[in-house]
């Protein structure tokens, strides 16, 4: 990989969710938002989230007017709430220093309108409100939840999403991975092919289906009912976990998450996981779905991946009405 003298001079790299954070930003639900029809249930959620998140490091909140609790609160006109996918992704250096990459957010392939939610990282930018280095990355359609990354060189993606329509054509995937590799200085992407939940409007983002945490190790979706019509696709997709390598050639630790059982909106299937926990200092945040014996082993299994971290269950069968989870409403700032 070539990497320019600006990058090779910081040597920066995107760090893994699990390292220390400065805080976390949450876009707020609004009454102009699609939350309206459930906008007192979807704000128990969102200050759920909040509680956790201000105890243990600095909370910020973006929303159109002061509806929010106390914290660094930011007025912004937003369309949605999705901090994950419109939020900046950050990268860090060796010395202190913070690059804040700003993509564009087209509403995951110009599904929905996204004009305001565009518009937010620069006017949290302008503020001062973010330390960092402004990188203006929006000749390129990138979301947050499309990418995990290791913090030593390795992005995991998928290529239902980043090959989707209306994103970034008529850029092939090689093109794709270079420029991805370049932006995030990073050494190598691996691409899954399967896994795509039903329901799920992002087209497969990568942290709907598989995480990567310490100690190489992967926490994906399972699914072991052969009537279940994603059974599958999930399957092809833990083959090709199984196929994978670290970067010492060596087989990812491989720790499979239950499959919520359904749950629909209307006749809908909504794309119900497990895998879109949040990780923030000291703890990690887990989607839960009123389903007591799954959710109990889904919290198990996460706890094994993070030993020394608290475990803490929150209810998201509000925000799976909207098809996304914890970690979609959220995006974290690495400390720097």
């Known amino acids: 990989m070539t990497i320019d003298k600006k990058n090779a001079l910081h040597q920066w790299r995107l760090p893994a969710e699990w390292e220390p954070q400065e805080g976390v930003q949450l ?135 980043l090959l989707a329509p209306h994103r970034n054509q008529p850029m092939t995937k090689a093109e794709i991975e270079a420029r991805l590799k370049r932006d995030l200085c990073a050494e190598r992407v691996l691409w899954i092919d399967h896994g795509n939940l039903i329901g799920d409007d992002t087209d497969g983002h990568i942290d709907t289906i598989v995480r990567i945490c310490p100690d190489d190790t992967l926490l994906y979706m399972g699914c072991d009912d052969p009537e279940d019509e994603q059974y599958d696709d999930l399957k092809k997709m833990e083959a090709q976990l199984q196929s994978f390598r670290t970067l010492e050639d060596k087989p990812y630790r491989l720790m499979k998450l239950p499959m919520p059982r359904p749950i629909y909106d209307g006749e809908d299937r909504l794309p119900a996981t497990y895998a879109n926990f949040l990780i923030i200092n000291d703890a990690v945040l887990c989607p839960t779905y009123n389903q007591p014996d799954l959710d109990n082993e889904a919290l198990r299994i996460i706890g094994e991946a993070f030993p020394n971290r608290e475990i803490i269950g929150i209810d998201c069968c509000p925000v799976i009405r909207q098809h996304g989870s914890l970690h979609c409403c959220t995006m974290q700032f690495p400390k720097i």
Request: glycine fraction near 8%; include cysteine; proline fraction near 4%.
């Open 27 to 161: 876009t707020w639900p609004h009454a102009d938002t699609d939350w309206a029809p459930i906008l007192n249930d979807i704000i128990v959620v969102y200050q759920s989230m909040a509680r956790e998140i201000a105890r243990r490091e600095r909370l910020i909140v973006v929303a159109p007017e002061d509806t929010a609790p106390d914290c660094l609160k930011i007025i912004c006109p937003t369309n949605d709430t999705w901090a994950r996918d419109h939020g900046f992704i950050s990268l860090v250096d060796d010395n202190g220093h913070r690059r804040l990459l700003d993509y564009k957010f087209n509403g995951w392939g110009e599904k929905f309108e996204s004009t305001l939610d565009n518009a937010i990282n620069r006017h949290i930018y302008n503020l001062g409100e973010i330390a960092g280095e402004y990188t203006d990355c929006l000749d390129f359609v990138l979301e947050g939840g499309s990418i995990e990354s290791d913090g030593q060189g390795t992005i995991l993606t998928t290529s239902q999403c």
